[in-house]
C-alpha cells in the first residue's frame, strides 16, 4: 500500500481489505519541464470500485486519466495496475478497457462486429468472439442489434455497445471519460443509474472523469476533487458534500452559503464561534481552523436551513429579510440578507403545506453548528 491513505482529505478505497486495483504513487506531470500539472499524485483505487475524478477544466483530472490509460507519459513516479508497474507499458498491454465521449465506435462495422474487435485483435477463436458477443450484448440489453450499424442506433444504444466493447474482454479496469456528455439530460439522468447498476453487478472497477457534479454524487462510491493538478479531497459523495475537507470543496461541489469571519474561540463541545461582520457570532465545526483569530470561510448548505425555527435549541438563529422566493419545481428557493451578508439561500422541499414567505417579510432562520464547517478562507478564483 502507498502512503496515500494516512492523508486526512483522501479516504481509503471501499474495498480497503483487498490489494488496490490501481495505485498512483508520487506521480508527477509536466508538459513544459518547469510547471507541474500533477504534484506527487498519490491514489488508489479499490476492486470493484467506482472511483471519480471531479474538478474544473485544467484541474488534471483528464490527464491522469490518459497517464494511467498510457495515452500519456508520466514525468515522475510510479503507476501500478494489480501491484505490477505499467509506467513503461504500451496502452494495448495494459488491459484496459475504454468508453469515450463521442463512442468512437467503428462506423462501418456492425454492432456485433464493433463489439468483438477487442476479441479479435486479441486471437480469441470466431466460435468464442461470438459466445462472447452475444453474453455482452445481453448484459447491455442490445439483443438481437448484432447487425444494426452505429447510424441506425439512438445515441444511448450507442454509448452501450461502447461499453459492451470495453467489458467483453474482460479488462483489469474501464475508463470512461465523461462517457454521458453528449447525452441530453433526461437520457444521461437515465443512463447514470444503468451504468451503476451494471458496474455493481459485473463487479469491475471504474475510474470515470467528469465535469458534472450530479453525475458524481449519483455513481460513484468515492469521488476525488481535483485542482490544480493536486487533489483536495477524496471521499463518499456524502462526506465531499455534507463534509467538505476546505472552501474549495465546499464552494464547488453543489452550492454553500458563505461568511466570512474571524474564529473568536473554541469550546468544550468541539464547536468555535466565529465573529462574522454585519452578522454576529455564528456557531460552527472547526475544520480548517485551530487557533483564535484564523480568518475563516464558514459553509452551510442551504438545505440544512430552517425557516421560522420553533427548535429554540438551535445553536445559530438569526433574523432575516426575505429578497426573493422563486419556484423550483421540488424546491422553493428562498433568497435572504442577514444583517450585511446578502444572497444567503434557503431550499424549502415543496410539499403539500409549504407557505412561503413574502418578499420584503422579516423571519427567523435557524441551523445547527454540526451543519456548518469553518474552513480555509478562499484564495483567490475558485474555479
Known amino acids: ?108 462495422m456492425t454492432v456485433g462486429e464493433n463489439v468483438a474487435y477487442p476479441l479479435k485483435v486479441r486471437g480469441v477463436a470466431q466460435s468464442r468472439r461470438e459466445d462472447l458477443v452475444r453474453e455482452m450484448l445481453d448484459v447491455v440489453r442490445l439483443q438481437g442489434y448484432e447487425s444494426r450499424r452505429p447510424n441506425q442506433l439512438s445515441g444511448g444504444q450507442q454509448q452501450r455497445v461502447a461499453l459492451a466493447r470495453a467489458l467483453v474482454f474482460e479488462p483489469t479496469l474501464v475508463l470512461m471519460d465523461e462517457p454521458l456528455g453528449a447525452l441530453d439530460r433526461q437520457l444521461r439522468e437515465h443512463m447514470q443509474l444503468e451504468l451503476k447498476a451494471l458496474q455493481k453487478r459485473l463487479g469491475v472497477t471504474v475510474v470515470y472523469v467528469t465535469h458534472d457534479q450530479g453525475e458524481a454524487l449519483t455513481m460513484s462510491d468515492r469521488i476525488a476533487i481535483f485542482n490544480e493538478g493536486d487533489i483536495q479531497q477524496c471521499a463518499s459523495p456524502e462526506d465531499v458534500y455534507n463534509r467538505p475537507a476546505n472552501a474549495f470543496v465546499a464552494q464547488f461541489i453543489g452550492e454553500s452559503n458563505t461568511l466570512l469571519g474571524k ?68 424546491h422553493i428557493r428562498a433568497e435572504l440578507s442577514i444583517g450585511d451578508n446578502p444572497n444567503f439561500i434557503v431550499k424549502v422541499p415543496n410539499t403539500w403545506n409549504t407557505s412561503p414567505p413574502s418578499t420584503g417579510e422579516m423571519i427567523r432562520v435557524g441551523w445547527r453548528a454540526e451543519d456548518c464547517r469553518a474552513l480555509d478562507p478562499p484564495q483567490g478564483d475558485r474555479g
Request: aromatic share 6%; hydrophobic share 40%; glycine share 10%.
Open 263 to 330: 474564529v473568536a474561540e473554541f469550546s468544550n463541545d468541539g464547536m468555535c464561534t466565529v465573529a462574522v461582520s454585519g452578522t454576529g457570532q455564528v456557531r460552527a465545526t472547526p475544520v480548517q481552523v485551530d487557533a483564535p483569530g484564523q480568518e475563516t470561510l464558514v459553509s452551510l448548505r442551504p438545505e440544512h436551513i430552517i425557516l421560522n425555527p420553533a427548535d429554540e435549541n438551535l445553536e445559530n438563529i438569526f433574523e432575516a429579510r426575505v429578497e426573493n422566493i422563486i419556484f423550483m419545481g421540488e
Open 1 to 108: 500500500m502507498s502512503a496515500v491513505t494516512t492523508s486526512p482529505h483522501i479516504a481509503p478505497p471501499t474495498n480497503a481489505d483487498s490489494p488496490p486495483v490501481v495505485e498512483f504513487i508520487d506521480v508527477q506531470k509536466t508538459y513544459d519541464g518547469r510547471t507541474m500539472v500533477i504534484s506527487d499524485l498519490q491514489l488508489e483505487v479499490g476492486d470493484g470500485e467506482f472511483l471519480t475524478m471531479l474538478g474544473p477544466s485544467g484541474s488534471g483530472k483528464t490527464t491522469c486519466l490518459m497517464m494511467l490509460a498510457g495515452f500519456e507519459p508520466t514525468s515522475g513516479g510510479n503507476i501500478q495496475l494489480k501491484g505490477r508497474s505499467v509506467t513503461r507499458v504500451p496502452p494495448y498491454k495494459r488491459n484496459i478497457g475504454m468508453v469515450f465521449q463521442n463512442y468512437a465506435l467503428f462506423p462501418h
